[in-house]
């Protein structure tokens, strides 16, 4: 309803325009309107392809980073391998036997400088620790350290509860477990594992930590894009960034948000998504780390891309709408000089309008508005000669009345004849003749008083009626009439003599030729808006076949081929009803014919469901 009123609202703005108006209207909508579009079009798809370069850009150089985490990675368990493997520094951390002097320093000498050898062949590796539970076993820096001391970490029963797998744990900002050496204050990742030798007894946890800045070269390069940065989300969702880089800060980005449409998009491999924080877009790329079961983002601010675009569709845009107001100024004075012959062909027409139809219009040229003028001054001489004329259609009209009138004195005369006979025949006591008289006079009245095409369903059964009870007189009362109506339907809207034309078939080509007692049984049914009429009679019927080209020369409007003996004989009757229905009701309605051959015909009248309140008064 509101879209109708709008849509009402536009037209009647558009009509209340001059021609000069709406010919400078659709001018400036066919330009702008398609202009506006190309341009969205073409800088949207700029945009995303200056976004899908930086994507690919930031992806490479995303796993460039992958390929160093995976070396630092790889060093990190290299290294730890190699200190369970060295078989007599295991030994002498689960003897428990304490340790003479010599023993302590030939271990000194030899595998403790072994173990730390590996940490200084490997300048990326800060720490590797081995926190023993051995009671007698004496510290030695920097290796070999009490368990003790790392009681109270949030990863220790972590690491005892995988039994031997490792853990990967980010340290930010946290102290050395030494507490006389000066807090570093410098975030580190761990590699953790239990080491339970023999099996299933708790020897220890092997510790081999690295600093983020040399684990995660790009995060903590010296060299930063202001417009990206680099973080990583653990497995419970924690952010390790460099908090060096201002990014975030100068950006103003909410981190939960960033983590929230993270949540959303997350999945393993490489992938890319787009959010906005504070009405500022950017994009995400995103790569799992699978060893870490951690994920690093690449979040860049498109700030300066999207203010570029849409800098660069503005100054298109305005210089395309300052060229059709200089367009449509132009085009405005143009036509105004086009018009002034229109201009006096309305000043004519108001002539006309006002019932002058003596003027001289000239318009000189060979273009449109000389040739409206042209036909314009034809079509007021046609006026002229129709009002003439119509003057003369109102004399002869007088006559039409006078030969109407004598029409309905005739048909009176006919009446009053017929009621005469009935008279005549009541009080010879030929009461069959006085019936049939009167049957037919009401199907006399039916006819001539024919002033609607449309009747009662109960009046064009009366008529039906009346037609058995005269062929009843010419057959000896061969034939039983049987109607039920339902009562809603009585006032149903039916066509004028629609229904007779296949009562009548029924009875010539179905009743007639079995030469027994015949039964017509007419029934309405209504379903789903339609109203459905069926005459079915006892007669011979018909073959499938004889059925099947009767239905289509009813349908197609041809005449069937060859003389069925049927009900429906060569089907014009029944035929022209079909095209009178189709005609008034349209080629959803009309007439089907079923048949079994001995047994019965019946026709189906369908017409829309219509009640048609007071009557046709035609009869």
């Keep these: 309803m509101r879209v109708a009123r709008l849509l009402k609202g536009i037209t009647n703005g558009i009509n209340s325009l001059s021609l000069q108006q709406k010919l400078i209207a659709l001018y400036i909508v066919i330009i702008i309107i398609p202009i506006i579009i190309f341009t969205s079009i073409y800088s949207n798809d700029v945009y995303d392809r200056a976004i899908n370069e930086i994507r690919i850009k930031n992806e490479n150089a995303l796993e460039i980073e992958q ?3 995976k070396n630092n990675i790889e060093t990190m368990r290299r290294t730890a391998q190699m200190v369970v493997s060295d078989v007599e520094f295991i030994d002498f951390v689960r003897s ?15 595998e403790l400088s072994n173990v730390t050898r590996l940490q200084h062949n490997n300048p990326a590796i800060e720490n590797i620790r081995l926190y023993t539970t051995n009671p007698h076993i004496t510290e030695m820096w920097p290796i070999l350290f009490k368990e003790e001391r790392v009681l109270n970490k949030p990863w220790r029963e972590d690491v005892i509860q995988r039994n031997g797998m490792e853990l990967w744990w980010f340290d930010q900002q946290t102290e050395d477990v030494l507490d006389r050496l000066p807090s570093q204050n410098t975030s580190k990742i761990s590699l953790l594992r239990e080491l339970d030798y023999p099996k ?29 940065v680099y973080v990583v989300l653990d497995k419970d969702m924690n952010m390790i960034r460099n908090y060096h880089h201002t990014f975030f800060e100068d950006e103003g980005i909410n981190t939960e948000k960033l983590k929230r449409e993270f949540q959303q998009f997350k999945h393993t491999g490489t992938g890319s998504f787009e959010y906005k924080d504070n009405n500022t877009p950017y994009l995400v790329i995103t790569a799992y780390l699978d060893d870490l ?32 107001i200089v367009l449509s100024l132009f085009t405005y004075v143009l036509i105004s000089l086009l018009l002034k012959k229109m201009y006096q062909l309305k000043a004519s027409m108001k002539r006309v309008e006002k019932g002058d ?25 046609k006026i002229n000669g129709l009002i003439v004329e119509a003057v003369n259609k109102q004399a002869a009209a007088k006559e039409t009345e006078l030969k109407a009138l004598k029409t309905q004195i005739d048909s009176h005369f006919l009446y009053n004849t017929l009621e005469n006979i009935k008279m005549m025949a009541e009080i010879e006591g030929k009461f069959e003749i006085s019936d049939a008289v009167t049957s037919l006079g009401e199907m006399m009245r039916y006819n001539l008083k024919w002033k609607n095409d449309f009747v009662l369903l109960e009046e064009e059964l009366n008529y039906i009626k009346n037609y058995v009870e005269i062929m009843n007189l010419r057959l000896d009362g061969l034939i039983t009439l049987n109607i039920e109506i339902p009562q809603d339907l009585i006032e149903q809207e039916v066509l004028k003599m629609s229904l007779q034309p296949i009562i009548e078939n029924a009875i010539k080509h179905g009743i007639i030729p079995k030469n027994e007692p015949g039964v017509l049984d007419v029934t309405a049914r209504q379903s789903e808006g339609t109203v459905f009429i069926a005459i079915k009679d006892n007669g011979i019927g018909m073959s499938p076949s004889q059925c099947e080209l009767l239905n289509e020369a009813i349908q197609t409007k041809q005449d069937p081929d060859g003389k069925s003996s049927s009900n429906g004989g060569n089907g014009i009757g029944i035929r022209n009803v079909n095209e009178r229905i189709k005609l008034y009701y349209g080629n959803k309605y009309g007439v089907k ?21 007071g009557g046709s008064r035609s009869v």
């Design 357 to 381: 139809f003596n003027f001289d219009l000239e318009i000189s040229g060979n273009d449109e508005i000389a040739e409206l003028g042209y036909h314009f001054k034809s079509m007021v001489g």
């Design 200 to 228: 299933d007894e708790h020897l220890g946890i092997i510790e081999i930590n690295m600093f983020l800045k040399n684990f995660f070269p790009k995060m903590f390069g010296t060299v930063n894009d202001s417009g990206s």
């Design 293 to 324: 079961d951690a994920y690093m983002l690449n979040v860049i601010s498109l700030e300066s891309l999207y203010a570029e675009t849409a800098k660069t569709r503005n100054v298109f845009l305005s210089g395309i709408i300052f060229l059709v």
């Design 593 to 613: 014919v079923t048949s079994v051959e001995g047994e019965y015909t019946m026709v189906t009248v369908s017409v829309p469901s219509k009640i048609l309140k």
């Design 96 to 110: 428990r036997n304490e340790a003479n002097i010599n023993e302590l320093i030939d271990f000194k000498m030899n």
């Design 67 to 69: 390929i160093h985490i």
